[in-house]
């Protein structure tokens, strides 16, 4: 069990196709609620989280109306994502039934647990440094619960449900202030850098929700894990009150570092070996390493030898399989990266993986806000590819404002210093076509965002996937 609090008899989950939202789904499934949810795109096929809800008892509604609501329901859980107009929640309000965000439902089971709660916040690498540490604590026989942002096969999915007092880990993401509904005895801070500018408005607004979120654990007597090499990081420990018990790591470290075809280096007294690729992900397991020295019941050599048996997340440099090709074959890897700080990690740790390799990047922007906000940063980083795709933006919860577009990108980058060449897909059925023109044997294939590219990389690869 995950928390000494009792649910409802039926609890319903607006937006439980989420990847957050399903796994808290799947807790109050476990602890005996009756659970019902609704999503607009509610494929058993597509969504792992929701094939294991369906296979548990849930009912699964697609779309979202007013008669999903039922007069049992005693609880209504709902995605950010989703409108305070949605009717569903006005039907809820209507029958006097309490209606919590997803980020209070975790917050409450956080505040509950027995156990030490360590939460994973940062503008990058949160997803991976959360599996990092909930596959490092299963192996070590911690029996913790886990709540992560993605789907990790060695996790069995996106939730593990532990020991009451065992440790308690969850990814904390900072979009729409969500962190500041948990406060663990342990955060671990990977970075600090302006995103989500469609809610914060100023790089100033999403600082201070970091701060506020920070000086909340040092007030209650917990740790911070943060990162000297990040300056948004430095900049928001220099916030902190005196005294805060801070704990850093950084690349400096570590010594005898190599990034080519493995990632490998010293540190303290070992020698150490990932799976995932990338200095990034050298980042994240020190961060994980660090946790060992603060956590309740943490031994280092369990640690070192758990990150050592990590082999990653879905959609974060997963490698798919591959494409015949002329005689020959193409590498296609899938990733989540929509922001240009994760694009240029991506492209470098692939860079050193498949050295002397073209790759053929395939890029679908996510969120016409971010597009606008970071316009010059994409084109920047996405200049580094050695074929550039775009597709389409991804709109996601936005409307087209019909001022921005993929082509913007597409021109400014062809106008830039020595540029790739530019592919534009005027829609994802385009997509496909447009990649098998470019590409050659011994590619490389990345398909990158935060939205549904990742279909087509599927779709190519013949993969009927079912860990999304």
Known sequence: ???????????????????????????????????????????????????????????????????????????????????????????????????????????????????????????????????????????????????????????????????????????????????????????????????????????????????????????????????????????????????????????????????????????RNYRIRLHVVGRHNVSNALAVLTLADVLPGANLDEMVAGIQQFYGVDRRQQLLGTLALGGGEVTVVDDYAHHPTEIRETLTALASAYSGRRVVLVFQPHLYSRTRDFLHEFVDVLGHADVLILAPIYAAREKDPGDISSAAIADLVVRSNDPPPVYLARDMNELPGTIMRVLRPADVLVFMGAGDVSRVADQLVGLVRVQR
């Open 1 to 267: 069990m995950t928390a000494h609090i009792t649910f409802p008899s039926h609890i319903f989950f607006a937006g439980i196709g989420g990847i957050g939202v399903s796994a808290l789904a799947q807790v109050a499934l476990e602890r005996g609620s009756r659970v019902s949810g609704s999503d607009l795109y509610a494929s058993t096929a597509a969504n792992p989280a929701l094939a294991r809800l369906k296979a548990a008892g849930a009912t699964i509604f697609e779309g979202h109306r007013a008669e999903n609501i039922s007069p049992d329901i005693q609880l209504v859980v709902a995605s950010a994502a989703i409108a305070s107009t949605s009717p569903e929640l006005i039907a809820a309000t209507q029958m006097g039934v309490p209606v919590v965000s997803r980020a209070e439902f975790l917050g409450r089971l956080m505040a509950a647990h027995s156990g030490c709660t360590v939460a994973v916040a940062g503008t990058h690498g949160k997803t991976t440094t959360t599996s990092m540490a909930g596959v490092c604590m299963a192996l070590a026989g911690l029996h913790p619960t886990v709540f992560v942002g993605g789907e990790v096969p060695q996790l069995g999915g996106n939730v593990i449900i532990g020991s009451l007092n065992a440790p308690f880990v969850a990814e904390a993401c900072e979009a729409y202030d969500s962190f500041l509904c948990l406060v663990p005895n342990i955060a671990i801070i990977t970075n600090v850098e302006a995103d989500h500018m469609d809610h914060f408005g100023t790089a100033e607004r999403m600082m201070e929700s970091f701060r506020t979120f920070a000086t909340a654990i040092v007030a209650k007597g917990g740790s911070l894990i943060l990162c000297r090499d990040d300056l948004g990081v430095r900049e928001l420990a220099a916030l902190m009150p005196e005294g805060a018990s801070i704990h850093w790591y950084g690349m400096d470290d570590v010594t005898h570092l190599k990034l080519e075809d493995e990632s490998s280096f010293s540190w």
